[in-house]
């Protein structure tokens, strides 16, 4: 790992530009605002690029308007002299926009816990066994002897509670424990951040998160439960993809699944499947055979079509890995091996 030379990298540098996956969760921008505030605390010229949305539910963080589109940087920055810190993205593709930066800056540093990551960077940090990104930069914060204050740790804490869906995907244990009186004794809050990132939402997305229970199908047999909204279900009550956030969760909640699966469409005839997964099921295979990738108990991959036969699909394939996983990963071994760290 290269932690070391990040640390250098840190130091000699001047101008950062931080970046991460695009449909971007509490990690990838908890990754992001605590970096900045890294660089910030210690004077450097430091920009955050995204170019969708930020969720409303993580407004609270703070330099949350620091964050930029592509646009309104390209003139100002000197790409040459300037180091690209690319956080919890398992490879470039899924930056969207600034990816076309990538190739005008000095360094690439690829600081990730997805297990398909593809080392895009000139140096890579990358543990995939850790609970979430910014528990990397964690690391990195403590071997550049940078003080936590509140800010970074509000961002570190914020990546730590969503990737571990709240304490919930991940024990807590002697490693972590530490971690968080460290980041709450610098002013973080565990209440606080779990209200915004789990609970936090407006009338829209609850309206949508019933919908989404009406559709609810769950298999007793092969044990997975599949949600869906339609562009219809969107319009009808007024939501945006943003509210959608979360409501994969519920076909998980169901005694005895395994695996949850929500298809979403997000334009004519183009969807969104996510998937998650409890117990010892690894769904990264399933990812990996429709060409999309993420973690072993969180994933997901696009597929084009008319929904009944997406959702057919996608159920037929759960069905199938759920009943004899060994046989749907040697039957399809070559096309899932060929997508690893291709599209996640
Ligand atoms: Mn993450």
Known sequence: MDSQEIVQTIIKNEHFIISSHQNIDGDGLGSMI?????????????????????????????????????????????????????????????????????????????????????????????????PSTTILIYQLVKELGEKIDRNIATGLLTGLITDTGGFQYTELNSTLLPIIEELTAAGASVASIMRYVFKYRRQEALKLLGVALNHLYYDPHANFGVIYHLQDDFRACGATEEDAEGIVDYGLYIPGSEISVFIREVDRDNFKISLRSQ??????????????????????????????????????????????????????????????????
């Open 34 to 130: 605590a970096l900045y505030a890294i660089l910030f605390n210690q004077s450097k010229n430091v920009v955050m690029l995204y170019d969708e949305t930020v969720p409303y539910f993580y407004h609270y963080l703070p330099f949350i308007e620091q964050i930029k589109p592509v646009s309104s940087i390209t003139n100002q920055v000197n790409f040459k002299n300037a180091v690209f810190f690319v956080v919890d993205c398992s490879n470039p593709q899924r930056l969207g926009l600034p990816q076309q930066l990538l190739e005008k800056c000095k360094t690439v540093i690829n600081i990730d816990h997805h297990p398909d990551n593809s080392s895009f960077g000139d140096l890579n940090y990358v543990v995939p066994n850790y």
């Open 279 to 344: 117990g010892q099921r690894n769904i990264l295979p399933l990812a990996h055979f429709f060409e999309g990738g993420g973690h072993h108990k969180a994933a997901g991959f696009k597929l084009k079509g008319n929904f009944l036969s997406v959702r057919q699909t996608v159920t037929d394939c759960i069905r199938q890995y759920l009943i004899s996983p060994e046989e749907f990963e040697n039957t399809n071994s070559s096309k899932i091996r060929a997508n690893v760290g291709r599209n996640s």
